[in-house]
């Protein structure tokens, strides 16, 4: 052949029962490089087939005994030969007896008498999408195993971040309330002491205790994002007034905008009912604004529509924003910004506003406000 096919010539089975027409043949293809099996009847075809291998088989229509309309069909029937193209050798001229033939299972003829150069060709590009059918069919294979072994190792990779996330939802809950006991022996021992000691003792103690309120909070945190995790919040569901519960987290940050200077206002519809987990979405919302006014110039805008059955909470700064490279990380637990290093928090307020919202199947997404930040909490109803 003047192109190879492989490092191993392809091996052609010739079936014909015509001495002459078969020694033609096998002089002409092994001519032409390629390895060459004979038969002389169907039921040998059947045989050699099963032995050899071959990668493509050449076959006679009109045999005595099982012709090659039936040899074909029993080569396609055997799982072994099923795949091995196969060109019949016909003298038949007519288009429904050639038709029969692709009809059992051939994928092209050649007609007697046989013209040498169209048989090759015709040999040759059978044999090579054969061959190319079989590199896809292994391609394919390799694929499957390796989407298999990836998805393996991302089970694995989920089972382990599980269990860390179990542990450390059940160190929160152990120590939970050892802390909660010892804030309150802290908070008895400060009231006790503040007539008896001097005044720089007492702010140590009063900072010892804020350290721990902001422990227990890191802890409460954590466990509200398990109940989340665990969709156990879904039963806290209640049919409420959602412009209800963003006007009072507004009112509750009012004092401590005008403490800083800043302008919270708010913009919302008078109601806006949903069925919707108000304590989340008040912690959700309340995590949204203390945020926003950690980091804003001037001033805090908030505002609520709804639509359709879906719902909107908006909360706007003008602050120095979040680069693109941080938007995608900023909701990951425990992950503080460049921006942020200087302020109170340890990276779970926007981590928890996100699990609300997926646990309200709505989204979390951050935007530029040019200067500042716009983080717009949807809800789907």
Not at 25 to 40: C, K, W
Not at 274 to 291: R, Y
Request: net charge negative; glycine share 8%; with cysteine.
């Amino acid at each position: 052949m003047t192109e190879e096919l492989d490092s191993v010539a392809p091996l052609v089975l010739v079936v014909d029962d015509t001495a002459s027409n078969l020694g033609l043949v096998v002089d002409f293809l092994e001519g032409n490089g390629l390895r060459v099996s004979i038969a002389r009847d169907g039921e040998e075809a059947l045989r050699r087939a099963d032995l050899v291998h071959p990668d493509l088989i050449l076959l006679d229509v009109m045999m005595p005994g099982l012709d090659g309309f039936e040899v074909c069909r029993r080569l396609k029937a055997n799982p072994q030969t099923h795949a091995v193209p196969v060109i019949f050798m016909t003298s038949l001229s007519q288009t429904a007896e050639k038709t029969a033939g692709f009809h059992v299972g051939a994928v092209d003829y050649v007609t007697k008498p046989l013209r040498m150069e169209e048989l090759l060709a015709r040999v040759k590009t059978h044999l090579k999408l054969g061959r190319l059918q079989k590199a896809l069919k292994e391609q394919n294979a390799r694929l499957q195993d390796e989407v298999r072994s990836r998805e393996a190792a991302q089970d694995a990779l989920i089972e382990m971040i599980n269990s860390v996330r179990n542990t450390s939802n059940a160190i929160a809950h152990d120590l939970r309330t050892p802390l909660t006991e010892l804030r309150f022996r802290m908070e008895t021992m400060i009231l006790d002491l503040k007539t008896k000691v001097d005044a720089e003792t007492l702010e140590r103690l009063e900072g010892a205790l804020s350290d721990i309120d902001r422990v227990i909070c890191i802890f409460n945190a954590l466990l509200r994002l398990a109940e989340i995790d665990a969709g156990v919040r879904r039963s806290g569901f209640l049919q409420s007034d959602v412009a209800h519960i963003v006007a009072e987290a507004v009112e509750f940050y009012q004092p401590l905008a005008e403490l800083r200077g800043l302008t919270l206002s708010l913009s919302c519809p008078d109601s806006l009912p949903a069925l919707v987990d108000p304590l989340l979405l008040a912690q959700a919302i309340g995590n949204l604004i203390d945020n926003a006014l950690k980091f804003a110039s001037t001033d805090v805008h908030v505002a609520l529509s709804g639509a359709d059955g879906s719902i909107e909470v908006e909360v706007a700064d003008n602050g120095p924003g979040v680069p693109d490279s941080e938007k995608g990380r900023v909701t990951e637990r425990f992950y503080r910004g460049d921006a942020s290093r200087g302020t109170p928090g340890v990276g779970l307020g926007l981590a928890l506003v996100k699990g609300v919202a997926t646990l309200h199947r709505g989204t979390l997404r951050l935007e530029d406000n040019d200067p500042g930040l716009i983080v717009r909490l949807a809800l789907s109803g």
